[in-house]
T-cell receptor, first 113, second 113 residues
Framework: QKEVEQDPGPLSVPEGAIVSLNCTYS??????FMWYRQYSRKGPELLMY????GNKEDGRFTAQVDKSSKYISLFIRDSQPSDSATYLC?????????????FGTGTQLKVEL | GAGVSQSPSNKVTEKGKDVELRCDPI?????LYWYRQRLGQGLEFLIY????????KSGLPSDRFSAERTGESVSTLTIQRTQQEDSAVYLC???????????FGSGTQLSVL
């Protein structure tokens, strides 16, 4: 079993829809949670990060962490065609002294006009 | 530089040849990471540098893989005697200090024929 599970999609939604992306994890030592967006042939770009359970909002994006359920979510409101990309969740337990991240496989999102 | 720079962007090689991949981190970033992204899979951690030292090499898949960093700046990932299963995108990331947000380059697409 992978430490981080993420539905690979693809997920196709109409423009303006609310998108929900999710990951589950098994390592209770994870304490730092991130969402990255990756466009084709580009490196991942950090969207959201949080250290604690609860919600964090940034514009159209809301990150939600539930440590008791080992479940994290990213919500995208008023989705746009430019949001079409692969979304990767990532987590860290800070072992080894660095910020070594464990990634999900990514969910491919397409927002259609 | 403005971002993490990786070269070459694409590399095609024959099985058994050695390859070198280069990463120029963001100026002043002390931590540097290498990840591998196989098609349809999440990013796999390879190695972490703090300054010129590598306290965590746990992700290097075999002794054919090695990496170094000099001048607390440029890093080179070397793969000796390449195999077809080495085909992947190799991504480099840097952060200002350890345990901080990672910024990724666009990666090197390695194809082993």
């Amino acid at each position: 079993q992978k430490e981080v599970e993420q539905d690979p999609g693809p997920l196709s939604v109409p423009e303006g829809a609310i998108v929900s992306l999710n990951c589950t994890y098994s390592n209770s030592a994870f304490q730092y949670f991130m969402w990255y967006r990756q466009y084709s042939r580009k490196g991942p770009e950090l969207l959201m990060y949080t250290y604690s359970s609860g919600n964090k909002e940034d514009g159209r994006f809301t990150a939600q962490v539930d440590k008791s359920s080992k479940y994290i979510s990213l919500f995208i409101r008023d989705s746009q065609p430019s949001d079409s990309a692969t979304y990767l969740c990532a987590m860290s337990d800070f072992t080894g002294g660095g910020n070594k991240l464990t990634f999900g496989t990514g969910t491919q999102l397409k927002v259609e006009l | 530089g403005a971002g993490v720079s990786q070269s070459p962007s694409n590399k095609v090689t024959e099985k058994g040849k050695d390859v070198e991949l280069r990463c120029d981190p963001i100026s002043g970033h002390t931590a540097l990471y290498w990840y591998r992204q196989r098609l349809g899979q999440g990013l796999e951690f390879l190695i972490y540098f703090q300054g010129n030292s590598a306290p965590d090499k746990s992700g290097l898949p075999s002794d054919r893989f090695s990496a170094e960093r000099t001048g607390e700046s440029v890093s080179t990932l070397t793969i000796q005697r390449t195999q077809q299963e080495d085909s992947a995108v190799y991504l480099c990331a840097s952060s200002l200090v350890r345990n901080e947000k990672l910024f990724f380059g666009s990666g090197t697409q390695l194809s082993v024929l």
